[in-house]
């Protein structure tokens, strides 16, 4: 079973996908009062996270966010949860009324074109040093 850190919220992202890569940073930058801990869903860990939880991860092509103890969320509820937490995006919390298939449908059009819009990489992005602290290993 897998040990999450105290009082953080788990983002599961495409560890090869530019975008996804792309975004973590953006989140890691704008996250000001450490809410967040990270891992690749091809990593070891993001594996095992998503089997403990049975997670499907065939027909989810997605972020997830796991809030310990509390619930898992994904697709655009996953994207609106997290922006909820960072400076300059929170106002995305204003999506959330919408209806989550028409959210979603965004979400996946995105999600479904995103190597060939944005690229992907060979492997899973390698943090900093300075970063290793924020991924779960």
């Known amino acids: 079973m897998v040990n999450f850190p105290e009082n953080k919220k788990i983002i599961l ?78 106002w995305l919390r204003f999506f959330k009324p919408l209806p989550e298939g028409f959210r979603d449908g965004v979400y996946r059009l995105i999600a479904n074109n995103r190597y060939s819009w944005f690229g992907k990489q060979e492997t899973c992005m390698t943090p900093t040093p300075e970063l290793q602290s924020l991924f779960l290993k």
């Open 13 to 90: 992202f495409d560890g090869v996908c530019n975008l996804c890569n792309k975004t973590v940073q953006t989140i890691i930058k704008n996250d000001e009062k450490d809410v967040f801990r990270f891992a690749p869903l091809q990593s070891d860990i993001g594996l095992q996270i998503v089997n403990e939880r049975g997670i499907d991860t065939e027909n989810l092509d997605s972020v997830i966010l796991i809030d310990p103890g509390v619930a898992y969320y994904h697709q655009s509820t996953a994207a609106i949860e997290i922006a909820k937490h960072l400076k300059g995006y929170r």
